[in-house]
């Protein structure tokens, strides 16, 4: 059933992350597959580690071209419902992103927090991401540090100006908890989902197989996205003024969303 548990949430609110009992129907699966090759197609210029905003049409500066099935996945009622557990119930949903990485030359995701490049205040986010290749410890599946979300605060990062990496910036800070990474390793089908203040990275794909994973960001609409605030480069472009919400389920508490931008 798409809920998550009393358990499930307790270990996402402590741990800042989990692996929730549940996989997408076969059909939802099928439908994604068919979506990622068509979407690899028709990006042969994009790493397919960055394919940011899968879901809507191409816009400037960034180059993917979207895919339909990515944002009826992205609003799918039992994904919604499992995210509620965690977020409540009023949802935006703001972006998706494949990371998709090839089998030889999968690029490494630096261990990194999310929030601190993006302009949503105050800072809230669920990311909800689904395997659609197996993803394991021998093709780079996600790490993350547990508990590192604790206190909600941001890493210091150092820019990482290396071009066989998905993002320009690592964590470089004392504080970060001295814990083994646990590496989330999924079937295709399952999902985690993790919290925005999280340090969470991969290590690169040379195993041979492919591991393609679709993230989904939810935040609660008690946030704004801030179209105002400048973000600098991260790696990869991402249109930040143009960025079109959806909201998934109830009403826009802040009263500051704009769900009309970037819905042409
Ligand atoms: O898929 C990965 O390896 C990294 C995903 C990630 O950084 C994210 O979800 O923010």
Redesign the pocket.
């Known amino acids: 059933m798409a809920k998550l548990s009393g358990s499930e949430i307790r270990t996402y609110q402590e741990q800042g992350y989990v692996v929730p009992d549940y996989r997408v129907p076969k059909t939802m699966l099928k439908r994604l597959q068919k979506a990622l090759e068509e979407s690899l197609a028709a990006n042969p210029t994009v790493r397919p580690?960055q394919l940011a905003s899968i879901h809507t049409p191409k816009t400037d500066p960034e180059d993917t071209v979207g895919h339909q099935t990515f944002l009826d996945t992205a609003l799918d009622l039992d994904l919604v419902e499992l995210v509620s557990g965690v977020l409540g119930e009023n949802i935006i949903m703001w972006g998706c992103?494949l990371?998709c990485?090839p089998g030889s030359d999968g690029m490494e995701?630096p261990m990194?927090q999310?929030g601190q490049y993006w302009p949503i205040r105050p800072l809230a986010t669920c990311?909800l991401?689904l395997a659609i290749d197996a993803s394991d410890q021998n093709n780079?599946?996600?790490e993350v540090i547990p508990g590192s979300h604790r206190g909600q605060f941001h890493y210091s990062h150092r820019l990482e100006n290396r071009n066989d990496l998905?993002?320009n910036q690592a964590i470089d800070d004392a504080r970060l908890p001295n814990v083994d990474p646990i590496r989330i390793e999924l079937e295709p089908g399952q999902l985690s989902l993790?919290d925005v203040y999280l340090a969470?990275?991969?290590r690169p794909n040379t195993s041979g197989r492919r591991r393609a994973?679709f993230?989904i960001r939810y935040m609660p609409s008690t946030s704004v996205l801030r179209r105002d605030i400048e973000i600098p480069f991260a790696g990869y472009p991402v249109n930040w003024k143009e960025k079109a919400l959806w909201l998934a389920r109830g009403s826009d508490v802040s009263g500051m969303n704009d769900f009309e931008i970037g819905h042409s």
């Open positions: 580690e992103q990371f990485k995701v990194h999310d990311t991401w780079g599946c996600l998905v993002l993790h969470h990275g991969s994973g993230t």
